[in-house]
């Protein structure tokens, strides 16, 4: 195998098995399904709509995340700086990014796991009537990529310091004005002074309407190109922020 | 060649100078030790050498590769023990260095063989199945050195590698680092001059970030004490009479009169260039009558070393 993606791949098999060295994993792995089960089930009125599909239980999807992926992220970096590990990784023979990218992925991995064990609930549209599956499937992906670029980001926040609750609420803050990017709350405050076309493309990035887009079925290029540049972007600021420590 | 190289090192942390002007060459085969006070610069240097941190100016190499510009080759000749040994806690002490391992392009039988080895050296055999959090402080320092030795570096650098051990765990691991030491370049930071004198080769002595001795420790030792310098000891009741008496048993010394230690009074006789012969002198002051509890060759503390060299006191 190449070398760097051995690497990559080593430190993924770390990272993902560290999630389940402590407690952490099943706790996050239990606030998920029942937080996801409840407002879908609850709130969101799953019996209610009469309707054979898995809408109620994706809407959730951004505001659980918003509080989960920074969850998930924040560990990745502070814990090493905290530690001192960061010493050992950093002067061994691989590159910052691929030590960034197999974190990133351990996490991304973790969230996949934590989707997946939510896939009864398909099962169980699936018994009540017939669910169109191509909507439920595009959604699952969306929501993943959107879990990624959350993660990415507070990957990103974790990389700044050595206190875990700091990047959590870091990471949270980011990824609530992400998601809200769409709304008046955000926008309202850009349009006293921002030209037009920034306030358009603040809107543009917002995750709760690209993501709704992506759970009505609707696959664009244009929104999964998004997500995957907010991946790709924050990770290669994820690089250039711990290579950054290095000089400071 | 020179497997360290480390030229004008220069690093300054938030308008302080934590480094200045830091140069060093480590060859094969010595052990080089790394004196100074708390906040001497130490550390800031180390991970300067090992590409941890990048000065604002100088430059370093390990085993000819550019620490900056080929820093994956660099690092590949190696072995590093970070300040405390952090490791991954949560891990068990062989999944970690198996981890390590393999990070540093280690497989199959290769990694076998150095594990097994890394077992044997280190005495690592009863923790190999233990978690890293769950050990006692001396075999997590030896867990830090098994990875710093798992690839069978050309270069270790060892930050503190004593620090907080008690004594018999710092004689174990003077006497590791002067068994994987022929065949090696070895920087070892300490704060402990005893401990330099046991497996150093040489001494850099940095204060204030600037280095102030590169020399043997024997030579330091006597730039400190000066070339040839007896100790007495007397009871402290009988310093008085003594005082005199050795003045007049040897002329030719200076003498000085330290401070009473543990109800005894110490006089330092120097003999400038001259050869000082404890065993003559003690004869003498026999022959005289004088009681004397102790009398050697006199050797300085790390304390005044310092002062000797730096012109200040540690701490």
Known sequence: MHASLRSVALVFSREFRAYFATPLAAVFLAVFLALSAGMTFFVGGFFERGQADLGSFFAWHPWLFLILMPAIGMRLWAEERRSGVIELLMTLPVRTTELVIGKFLAGWAFTALALALTTPLWLVVLYLGSPDNGVIAASYFGSWLMAGALLAIAACISALTRNQVIAFIGAAILSFLLVMAGFDLVLSALRGWAPGFVVDLVQSLSFLLNFDRLTRGVLEAQTVFLFVSMIVLALWINVQIVDAKKAA | ????????????????????????????????????????????????????????????????????????????????????????????????????????????????????????????????????????????????????????????????????????????????????????????????????????????????????????????????????????????????????????????????ELEPLDGAVRFLLRFGEDAADPAALARDLAAAGIAVEEIGLYRPSLESVFRAVTGTRPH
């Open chain 2, 1 to 256: 060649m020179q497997l360290v190289q480390a030229t004008g090192l220069t690093k300054t942390f938030s308008g302080v100078r934590a480094v200045d002007d830091v140069s060093l060459t480590v060859a094969r085969g010595e052990v080089v030790g790394f004196l100074g006070p708390n906040g001497a610069g130490k550390s800031t240097t180390m991970k300067m050498l090992t590409g941890f941190l990048t000065p604002d100016a100088g430059t370093a190499s390990i085993a000819g590769e550019d620490v900056f510009r080929r820093p994956l080759q660099a690092r590949a000749r190696l072995g590093y023990l970070p300040e405390g040994a952090p490791a991954y806690g949560d891990m068990s002490v062989g999944d970690f260095l198996v981890f390590i391992g393999r990070m540093r392009g280690l497989t199959g039988v290769r990694l076998d063989e150095r594990l097994a080895e890394m077992v044997e050296r280190v005495n690592l055999e009863g923790v190999w199945n233990r978690s890293i959090d769950a050990l006692s402080k001396g075999f997590k320092r030896r867990v830090g050195i098994a990875q710093a030795l798992i690839h069978d570096p050309d270069v270790l650098i060892l930050d503190e590698p004593t620090d907080g051990l008690d004594p018999n765990q710092k004689h174990d691991m003077r006497e590791l680092i002067r068994s994987i030491a022929a065949g090696k370049a070895i920087v070892v930071s300490t704060h402990i001059l005893e401990e330099v004198e046991a497996t150093c080769s040489r001494v850099v002595i940095i204060a204030e970030g600037r280095v102030v001795a590169d020399d043997t420790p024997a030579a330091l030792l006597a730039k400190a004490s000066g070339p040839s310098t007896l100790r007495v000891s007397v009871a402290s009741g009988a310093a008085a009479a003594v005082g005199p008496r050795l003045k007049t048993l040897r002329p030719d010394a200076a003498i000085e």
